[in-house]
């Protein structure tokens, strides 16, 4: 029997509220379906630095690396505040990104039939979309040097950022936006600046000759990010795949984001390279919320975007489209029946808990 690992680091505040649902998820699948499934569990974060004075643990950071993906929870909070900066929550989760060399974040919008009302756009707009933001990760100008703030010694001081991509780079990202699109409606939009910048011109040139290389099946369009920004609020629906560096990538997924409601609904995924010899990708799959102090503890969080996180792995990482797709289907049938966390509710339905929530995932996973 094929055997699936995954390292699951749960994390802070909410964290491990959320990962308790997905585990009984796995659970399930493995005993209903053979999945094959071995998991091992790991501290990241406060609770790591609480344990042993680490954001994360060299053991810990080699089993990630060595898992076929990794399921991380949320990090961070008040209760960690004065900790040294190399070790405070949020270095855990860095140093994943870095050595796992993730360069591709997934950040899917999609907005479910039942939550199209409590959008802030008009229903028409938002309800079914299903787009999917494809994110560069590791280069562009968070990590361009020179990056720095000279004293000009005139009373003048100079931050300098600087945005650097390499043929390399443009080329992966977009040939993971590519494969992505070919599963989905096959259709790619890259965005940058290529009228005022030269990593925009490069990036325009690398998108279109990648295309015109390996990937001349799938429909390529390409904007000026600031109109793309425009056209996601204005028609979103327009778009199946987004392809865009890392400013304006978290940017735009930011926007996308909030087209589709709260917080407590949103997973992303983040994939490395191919392995040369196994073609497998190193992966990390994390809702985009953090770890919610405020409520955390009070078993009232939202796991559908950690729920939803799994279901973007079961997909991304060992290619069990139909079991994902019916956990996406579970998660807005549920949502169709009223049942609400605290964070999405409104009038007419049914408050739950965060277990009740997740409980509720699973019987219509199972039923579906
Ligand atoms: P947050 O995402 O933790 O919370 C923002 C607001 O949304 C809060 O009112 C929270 O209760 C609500 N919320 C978030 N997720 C929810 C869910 N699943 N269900 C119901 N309500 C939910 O962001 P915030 O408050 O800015 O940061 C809190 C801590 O989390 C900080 O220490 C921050 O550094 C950390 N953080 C960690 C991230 C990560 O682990 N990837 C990402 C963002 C923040
Ligand atoms: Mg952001």
């Not at 990962?19 to 998820?25: D, F, Q, S, T, Y």
């Not at 390409?222 to 028609?235: E, I, N, P, T």
Request: with cysteine.
């Amino acid at each position: 029997m094929t055997t699936r690992s995954l390292f699951l680091l749960p994390g802070d505040g909410i964290g491990p509220e959320a990962m308790a649902e997905v585990r009984k998820l796995i659970a399930h699948i493995n005993e209903k379906e053979d999945a094959g499934f071995v998991t091992d569990e790991g501290l990241v974060g406060g609770s790591a630095y609480d344990a042993h004075g680490q954001a994360i643990s060299e053991e810990d950071m080699a089993k990630a690396m060595a898992a076929d993906a990794v399921l991380f929870g949320a990090v961070g909070g008040p209760k960690w505040d004065g900790v040294p900066y190399e070790v405070r929550p949020e270095a855990g989760l860095l140093r994943l990104r870095k050595d796992m060399a993730l360069f591709a974040n997934l950040r899917p919008a999609i907005c479910y039939p039942a939550l199209a009302a409590s959008s802030s756009l008009k229903p028409e707009v938002v309800e079914g979309l299903d787009i999917l933001i494809v994110r560069e990760l590791t280069g562009g100008v968070y990590f361009g040097e020179p990056k720095e703030i000279v004293d000009l010694g005139n009373g003048q001081k100079r931050g300098i950022d600087t945005q650097v991509y390499d043929t390399f780079e443009i080329e992966r990202i977009a040939g993971v936006a590519f494969e992505l699109a070919r599963t989905r409606g096959n259709k790619v939009c890259s965005m940058e600046k290529h009228n005022v910048m030269k990593s925009g011109v490069l990036w325009k040139e690398v998108v279109a000759a990648t295309h015109a290389a390996k990937y001349s099946d799938v429909e390529l369009t390409h904007m000026l990010a600031d109109a793309g920004g425009m056209q996601l609020v204005r028609w979103p629906k327009q778009f199946d795949v987004i392809v865009t560096d890392n400013l304006f990538g978290d940017m735009l997924s930011d926007v996308a984001a909030m087209l589709t409601g709260s917080l407590g609904m949103l997973p992303s995924a983040s994939l490395g390279a191919p392995d040369p010899v196994t073609g497998k990708r190193k992966a990390l799959y994390e809702p985009v919320h953090g770890s919610a102090p405020d409520i955390a503890g009070q078993g009232i969080a939202n796991p559908i975007a950690m729920i939803a996180s799994f279901a973007m792995c079961l997909r991304y990482s060992f290619g069990m489209i139909a079991e994902a797709d019916r956990l996406e289907k579970a998660i807005s049938t549920v949502l169709d029946k009223g049942l609400r966390t605290g964070d999405i509710m409104s009038d007419g339905c049914t408050r739950v808990t965060t277990s009740e929530m997740g409980d509720a995932v699973l019987e219509a996973y199972a039923a579906g």
